[in-house]
C-alpha cells in the first residue's frame, strides 16, 4: 500500500496539473491507511461456486448429452451392414433347421436367435451412455 502512495508523490512532483488542483495526497494517504475490508476468501469462492453450480451443472449435461449424441450416430454408422449380415445368417440357419426340424420348431429357434440378437443390440446401444458417465465421473469428481 505504501508504493501506491510513494507513486502518487511521485506523480505530484512531476505533474503541474495536479500540484495546482491540489490533489490532496495526505488525505488518500489517512483513508488508505485506515480503510480496512475483511474478506473471507474461502466463503466468497464457496459462495460462487454455489452460484455457478447450478450454471456449470446445465452446460455439463448439454455437453454430456450431445457427445452421446455422436458416439450413437457412429456406433449407428456400421448397423446397417452387421443386420445385414445378421439376416443372412438367420436365413441359413432356417435352412438348416427347417431341414432337419419341422418348420415351427425352426421357426421357434430362428426367432429365438433373432431376439436374442435384438436384445444384445439395444443393449450395447443402451450401454454407451453409460459407458461414457461411469468415464467422466472420476473427472467430474476431481473438479467438484
Ligand atoms: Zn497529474
Known amino acids: 500500500m505504501g508504493a501506491g502512495i510513494d507513486r502518487l508523490r511521485e506523480h505530484l512532483d512531476d505533474c503541474e496539473t495536479c500540484r495546482t488542483d491540489g490533489l490532496p495526497v495526505e488525505r488518500i494517504d489517512m483513508l488508505l491507511g485506515s480503510s480496512r475490508i475483511d474478506l473471507d476468501a474461502a466463503a466468497l469462492s464457496q459462495q460462487a461456486f454455489e ?8 452446460v455439463a449435461v448439454h455437453r454430456f448429452w ?6 450413437v450416430v457412429v456406433a449407428l454408422l456400421p448397423l446397417p451392414f452387421v443386420i445385414a449380415y445378421d439376416a443372412v445368417l438367420l436365413r441359413l440357419l432356417y435352412a438348416a433347421a ?5 418348420g415351427t420348431i425352426a421357426n421357434y ?8 440378437l435384438l436384445f444384445l443390440f439395444a443393449a450395447s446401444y443402451a450401454a454407451i451412455p453409460v459407458l461414457m458417465a461411469r468415464s467422466m465421473l472420476p473427472r467430474l469428481s476431481t473438479r467438484g
Not at 450431445?66 to 458416439?71: D, E, G, M, S, Y
Not at 427347417?98 to 419341422?102: A, I, N, T
Not at 429357434?109 to 436374442?116: D, H, K
Open 66 to 71: 450431445r457427445q452421446v449424441v455422436a458416439v
Open 98 to 102: 427347417s431341414r432337419v426340424l419341422s
Open 109 to 116: 429357434i430362428v426367432f429365438m436367435y433373432a431376439s436374442s
Open 51 to 58: 452460484a455457478a453450480q447450478v450454471a456449470l451443472h446445465a
